[in-house]
């Protein structure tokens, strides 16, 4: 009598155990990203999304190496995701002369992946050592 009276208990112990675990197994830790990175897009002219909302993507301040002497202009934004599924992308960026005419022919768009709270460098160099001004855009594939 005493295992048979105890034995219900216990048993739903065990099953409540089994849930919690279950329901908790499947979560994996989010990646470690830096909270104070984030810098709405609108306070850089120079990248344009399309199809992606300004609250998809968080930059940081691109870096700007100006051309010199024959070495050209070189850019390197970092965007990061702040969604939890991933953004399916592509890019292009486009150099420009002192008076905004494109120095940049036929831009090509390359493919990106903004992995779920993930952060991805893009780069570019000039092929022009006139460029002086540069933009990114970046579509939603």
């Given at each position: ?11 739903g ?22 909270e ?21 993507l ?5 870096i ?78």
């Amino acid at each position: 009598m005493f295992a048979t009276k105890h034995a219900f208990p216990l048993c739903g112990l065990v099953a409540a155990a089994a849930i919690a675990a279950i329901g908790t197994g499947c979560q994996q830790p989010r990646p470690v990203t830096p909270e104070a990175d984030q810098i709405p897009l609108g306070e850089f002219p120079n990248i344009t999304l399309m199809r992606i909302r300004s609250d998809e993507l968080a930059a940081e301040r691109p870096i700007v190496t100006p051309a010199a002497g024959r070495k050209p202009m070189q850019i390197s934004v970092s965007l990061r995701s702040l969604c939890e599924y991933p953004i399916m992308a592509e890019y292009r960026y486009v150099f420009y002369d002192q008076n905004m005419v494109s120095v940049t022919m036929s831009p090509t768009w390359r493919e990106v992946v903004f992995g779920p709270l993930q952060r991805q460098i893009l780069t570019a160099n000039s092929i022009s050592e006139k460029a002086t001004n540069w933009s990114l855009e970046v579509r939603r594939r």
